[in-house]
């Protein structure tokens, strides 16, 4: 048996595993998830500018707010706005 391998009559229900604020648990499974959006205008235009990129920044903000996700990183461009974010729960 290697140093890295479990006994075989080792309880796994009584190993340690660090657990995140993010990490999600099912049954018999630990997951983090973790969503990586990008918005692009049609042709690339240039019309993020402005107050249209400020109002799309704070209509994100509230859809993301409504739907309990949480925004780890956002940039809003003049062609594009990229968003990762994560679901609480």
Partial sequence: ???????????FNSCDIPVKQSDRKGSHTLFDLK???VWITKYRKKVLVRTFAVRSRELIGEIC????I???????SYRHTTLAAFRRN
């Fill in 1 to 11: 048996m290697g140093e890295n391998s479990l006994p075989l009559d080792e309880d």
């Fill in 35 to 37: 969503y990586h959006l």
């Fill in 65 to 68: 707010k409504e739907n309990e």
């Fill in 70 to 76: 949480e925004i780890l990183k956002g940039h809003v």
